[in-house]
């Protein structure tokens, strides 16, 4: 943590680290969705949705209280050890998380017709309402993603806060995805349709995003903190509702013909990584710009305030979600046959080992 060298490198090194983080989290994110969409039947399916977004939403919680305490007392060096020492935790906890992996099973797929991947991609893209939920969640992961690397800085330059209290922060936005996730199964319990419940978090998110810009000039930690924890119930909503959805699609193509699961999920899982990474990529140079232009007095004495780059990127994000709402209100019109109420108790009974 003493070393001294070209800043360069540094800057380098962890946009590689950040490359490859993201790299390896969707790669397993689409193969593991994959896999647990085909090891699971029919009526498991939302099943399978809650038991992985339970489990996402738990490790990210831990992860935020360790990490916002281990923070607690900052400095570079311990900012260094923190980043080396989660690194190390995250190499053990993936080794742990290959053992005993299910085994790949020829027997399951050697009467299946292989497709070659761009016939199945025109198959799955052909229906206007597959495009329709693609670029809703396109639209909708931009959304909640562009203020990813600026909400804990908009704590602390704006608002005053601790790193470790804006690290908390984390926590909290993963405490409120818990409960639209809990909200969710209640509603699908129900019958509710999965496109609905997206648009339901994209319009919670939206006022979550107003309560985040009005923190500013009331100067209320109180009220940044619950725009945080409301951007994260309304992008667990959005997250559900959406997968859910994607997953239904392998019963329900256009021809009758059952469309790859894989193929299905890594469509979700490319939508919503590459508008996520292009939104935080964005945000951060909006943010910049706008900041940097602002203190010349460029743009006004309004924007010469720290908090105008900020504010500037979270009203874009507001526009984003009220486009999302509007690309899939159409899905949402009609009750199809796949989320009528079953009756059934939403949870992990009978799920599939």
């Not at 390896?24 to 193969?31: F, S």
């Not at 919680?61 to 607690?72: E, I, P």
């Not at 007095?297 to 874009?316: C, D, N, Q, S, W």
Request: aromatic letters at 8%.
């Amino acid at each position: 943590g003493d070393g001294v060298g070209p800043v360069w490198i540094g800057q380098a090194g962890a946009a590689l680290a950040f490359l490859l983080v993201g790299a390896g989290m969707h790669t397993v994110q689409t193969a593991g969705l994959a896999l647990a969409t085909d090891i699971a039947g029919e009526e498991q399916r939302p099943r399978v949705v809650a038991l992985l977004y339970v489990m996402l939403l738990i490790g990210m919680v831990a992860s935020a209280l360790v990490l916002g305490g281990a923070l607690r007392d900052v400095t570079y060096l311990r900012i260094i050890q923190v980043i080396q020492g989660a690194a190390v935790v995250t190499l053990a906890l993936n080794c742990i998380a290959m053992w005993r992996q299910e085994k790949r099973d020829p027997q399951r797929t050697r009467t299946i017709v292989r497709q070659d991947f761009w016939a199945s991609w025109r198959q799955l893209t052909a229906e206007p309402d597959v495009r329709r939920l693609l670029l809703a969640v396109g639209l909708g992961a931009a959304a909640f993603s562009m203020q990813d690397v600026l909400l804990e800085p908009y704590g602390g330059q704006v608002l005053g806060l601790s790193v470790g209290a804006t690290t908390a922060l984390t926590a909290l936005s993963a405490g409120g995805a818990l409960a639209g996730f809990a909200l969710a199964a209640f509603l699908l319990t129900g019958g509710a349709n999965p496109h609905r419940l997206a648009g339901f978090g994209a319009v919670i998110g939206a006022f979550a995003f107003a309560l985040v810009i009005l923190a500013d000039p009331l100067e209320s930690a109180l009220m940044f903190a619950a725009g945080a924890g409301a951007i994260g119930f309304g992008g667990g909503l959005f997250s559900v509702g959406s997968l859910t959805a994607a997953m239904q699609l392998q019963r329900r193509s256009g021809d009758g013909a059952l469309i790859d699961s894989g193929l299905i999920v890594g469509a979700w899982g490319a939508a919503q990584a590459t508008a996520a990474g292009i939104a935080i990529a964005a945000g951060g140079m909006i943010r910049d710009l706008v900041s940097l232009w602002g203190a010349s007095g460029a743009l006004g004495e309004a924007f010469t305030r720290p908090a105008a780059g900020y504010g500037v990127v979270y009203h874009i994000e507001i526009v984003l979600l009220f486009a999302a709402i509007a690309v899939i209100g159409p899905l949402a019109r009609y009750r199809s046959r796949d989320t009528m109420s079953t009756g059934k108790k939403f949870g992990l009974v009978e799920f599939p080992t």
